[in-house]
Nanobody, 116 residues
Framework: QVQLVESGGGLVQAGGSLRLSCVAS????????MGWYRQAPGKQRELVAT????????NYADSVKGRFTISRDNAENTVYLQMNSLKPEDTAVYYC?????????WGQGTQVTVSS
């Protein structure tokens, strides 16, 4: 069982930056591939970024490539999402997840609001 707690969301103007953090507990963090999804009102949940267990491989949605960076610190049981050049369309609840097939665990989400 893995517990995930996100933080770092908030209100920011377009062009600004935020860094989301997701702290894991309850299991061995380095066993899990990690990632971030987001869900805007009235829209389906969208995969934003993923990172493998050792951190060597990352993937991004086309909509955030070049602006967002996912990273992890296995010693601190934490995964980060650095978000730069934010746009109003980035407004959503951002969810951290941990995956070790067949198990997937989710955080409670953190709200990111980007004003124009």
């Amino acid at each position: 069982q893995v517990q995930l707690v996100e933080s770092g969301g908030g209100l920011v103007q377009a062009g600004g930056s935020l860094r989301l953090s997701c702290v894991a507990s309850g299991s061995i963090f380095s066993f899990y591939n990690m990632g971030w999804y987001r869900q805007a009102p009235g829209k389906q949940r969208e995969l934003v970024a993923t990172i493998t267990r050792g951190g060597s491989t990352t993937n991004y949605a086309d909509s955030v490539k070049g602006r967002f960076t996912i990273s992890r610190d296995n010693a601190e049981n934490t995964v980060y999402l650095q978000m730069n050049s934010l746009k109003p369309e980035d407004t959503a609840v951002y969810y951290c997840y941990a995956r070790s097939v067949p198990r997937v665990y989710w955080g409670q989400g953190t709200q990111v609001t980007v004003s124009s």
